[in-house]
Every structure is written in C-alpha cells, then in structure tokens.
C-alpha cells in the first residue's frame, strides 16, 4: 500500500496519474479537513470531494474543484433568498453535501461517510480525512483571522497571511486505522500540495507526524515549488509572508525528518547540495503535470523513488 498526503487540486491531479501507474485499490489517501466549512448548514469538505470527483472521473477540468458540466440552479434560488453564494455550489456537487451532512447528523463519522461517497462514485482508492475530529484552517491576517475558505475563495487569497493556526488539532486523533496504514506502508508519498495549508493540517494531527517519522519505509515528496513560484495559488506569497524560503528548498526544510526522496523540478537542479544537506536524496524532472502523460510520469517517478530507495 502507498500511503499519500493529499490537499486539493494539486495532490488530485497527481493522485489521477497515480491510480493509472498502480493498482488504485493500492492507494490510501489521506485528505486535508482543514479547509472543511459549513455552508448553508451543510458540511462541506473540498479538499476530499476535489480527490474523489478526480479520481471518479468526474471533476471540472478548467478549475480542478468542482463537477464538470455541473449547473447551479440551486445557488442561484439560494440567492434570491436572500443568502450570500460566493461559494460556487453547484447542483450535482450540493447532493454530495446534503448526502454527508445526512449521514453525520444521523450519528456516522467522517471517514465512514467519505469511505461511502467514494465508492458510490466508483473510486477504488481509500480516501481517509486526516482525523473525524474538527480541525479547521485559520488564516491571520492584517484584516484579522479568517477562516480558510473566507480568506481562499470569498477575499481569493488576497489578503497577506501573517500566521496560520489549525484550530482544535491539538485534540484531534488520526481517522481510524490511519497510523496502521502508515506503519504498514510500502512507502509514503507528500504529493504536490501546499505544505502549509494542504499538509500542515496533516502533520498537526497528534501522532501522524510521529508515525511519519518512524517510517519503516521510504517517503518522497513532490515539490508545488518550482522555480521559486507555485504553478498555482498562494503557496509561494504565504511561505514568503510566513518568512519561510520561497523555493522547492524552502519546501524542503519543511519536510526535513519526513522525506527521504525529494523530487524537484529540473530548473531547479542548482538546489542539489542544498537539499542532500538537508537529509534527502534529490530527484529532478519535468514535473508540470500538463496533461495524463505528464501525471503518470510523476507518479512513475515517485513509485520508482519508493522502489529503489527500499532497495538500498
Ligand atoms: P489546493 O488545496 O486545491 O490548493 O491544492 P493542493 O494544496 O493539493 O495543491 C496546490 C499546490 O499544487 C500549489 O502549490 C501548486 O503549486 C501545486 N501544483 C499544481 N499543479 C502542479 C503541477 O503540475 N506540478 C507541481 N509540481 N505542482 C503543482
């Protein structure tokens, strides 16, 4: 088994390759709840939903999140309501949320509801949420805290992030199950998510980052850095305004103890030392994921990192 850290659209696209390089029942994902809201009453998880409408086949391919071919007619009778809808819901993607707030408000946990949704969409993957305890993303900034999705989609990111807080992770505990995975794993890949938002929740669950830690197999993580900026979002201006190094390096070092193999993009080649000080083996290839062909390659690459590096 292969265990991912996964965020939202950046990890899915990779994860699509992933599934098509390996057997996808191979593969346990373990998904971002910090971005979780409640909207309208419902629970709403994007950074899940955003790898299972992927790996079903069914997501927007212009914006990554989303239902392709999706209509909005319910938002926009929520709207003449009176209720605000810069939250893009659309209608197909509303039964998703009606359908896990329903199963939640009858008593089920997260993990079972997400496990649920996913292979009513025909995904064979395991797609774990981080913990069924509330975590939620809170973003500094000079305007004042804001939780994730006001800060993300409704201000788009505008504003400088000047501190980060996973409120509730300290109490949280691991989905069941989810440090077994680990320990059992084959190998553990960080796919190209922001490593503050996507993957910081993660790591803030108590025991995730230990069991990441004590790994008995090889871990690799693809930098969202390249050329010392994101291929999209705010990742490179947050790690700017956090202090932190803007550059595959500076995703390096948050991920030192964690990562055995790093893969970087070629135009990166100069940070080589800089990243085997750090601990880690550098692996460097085209790695914009601009179509299928370019997905499986990455994970082609990362597979073969987890396979040799066990090999040594
Ligand atoms: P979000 O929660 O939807 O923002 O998604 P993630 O955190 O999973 O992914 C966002 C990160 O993915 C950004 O920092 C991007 O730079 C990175 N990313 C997106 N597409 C690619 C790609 O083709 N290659 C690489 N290396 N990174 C990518």
């Given at each position: 088994m292969l265990v991912a850290l996964a965020g939202g659209v950046g990890a899915a696209r990779f994860l699509d390759g992933l599934t098509k390089v390996v057997k996808p029942e191979e593969v346990y994902i373990v998904g971002n709840t910090g971005d979780d809201t409640e909207i309208y009453g419902l629970h709403i998880s994007p950074d899940l939903d955003?790898?299972?409408?992927?790996?079903?086949?069914?997501?927007n391919p212009v914006h990554g999140w989303g239902i392709q071919n999706d209509t909005f007619e319910g938002?926009?009778?929520l709207g003449a309501l009176g209720q605000e809808t810069w939250f893009q819901l659309g209608d197909r993607d509303l039964a998703t949320h009606i359908f896990r707030t329903n199963c939640l408000l009858k008593g089920e946990t997260?993990?079972?509801?997400?496990?649920?949704?996913?292979?009513?969409?025909g995904v064979q993957s395991t797609v774990m949420p981080m913990s069924n305890d509330r975590v939620r993303t809170i973003v500094?900034?000079?305007a004042?805290?804001?939780?994730f999705q006001t800060y993300f989609v409704r201000r788009q990111a505008k504003d400088e992030v000047v501190g980060i807080k996973f409120q509730g992770a300290a109490?949280?505990?691991?989905?069941?199950?989810?440090?077994?995975?680990?320990?059992?794993?084959?190998?553990?890949?960080?796919?190209?998510?922001?490593?503050?938002?996507?993957?910081?929740p993660i790591l803030a669950v108590p025991g995730i980052r230990t069991a990441i830690e004590r790994r008995k197999c090889p871990s690799v993580a693809i930098s969202p850095?390249?050329?010392g900026r994101a291929v999209k979002g705010p990742a490179a201006n947050m790690m700017e305004t956090l202090g932190m190094e803007v550059s595959a390096l500076g995703v390096a070092k948050i991920y030192q103890g964690l990562v055995?193999?790093?893969?970087?993009d070629e135009t990166d080649k100069d940070l080589a030392p800089a990243i085997q000080k750090l601990g880690m083996q550098p692996v460097f290839m085209d790695t914009i994921m601009r179509g299928p062909a370019e997905k499986k390659a990455l994970a082609r690459k990362a597979v073969q990192a987890v396979r040799k590096y066990r090999a040594l």
């Open positions: 955003t790898v299972i409408y992927t790996l079903a086949g069914l997501a938002l926009k009778a997260l993990s079972a509801t997400t496990a649920t949704i996913a292979r009513n969409l500094r900034t000079p004042g805290k804001l939780d109490k949280s505990r691991p989905a069941p199950g989810l440090l077994r995975a680990i320990r059992n794993a084959e190998g553990i890949i960080f796919c190209p998510s922001n490593p503050i938002i996507s993957v910081g850095i390249i050329g055995d193999v790093f893969i970087l």
